[in-house]
């Protein structure tokens, strides 16, 4: 048992030995600055417009992670 829980808790916290479920981890070659946006906990009704409308104001792309009841709620945003 104690060997069994040593590799979960190393399959856990390193995700590249494909022990819980197979991933894809990578780190891009990028020639310029750049950031990652990711919105969580949404789709919210106050907010989600605003974010959208400056995200193509600016061109730019972002991640939303939804939560299922708010896209239940509000299945338009």
């Known amino acids: 048992a104690f060997i069994w829980l040593c590799i ?18 990578r780190q891009p070659s990028i020639s310029t600055n750049q950031v990652a946006l990711t919105f969580d906990d ?4 106050d907010f989600t ?9 600016h061109q730019a792309k972002a991640t939303f992670f939804c939560i299922g009841r708010n896209l239940e709620t509000y299945p338009e945003l």
Do not use: M, R, W
């Open 8 to 25: 979960t808790i190393i399959g856990s916290f390193n995700i590249q030995l494909n022990y819980h479920l197979d991933s894809l981890c």
């Open 42 to 45: 949404g789709p919210h009704p």
């Open 49 to 57: 417009p605003k974010v959208l409308e400056l995200l193509k104001k």
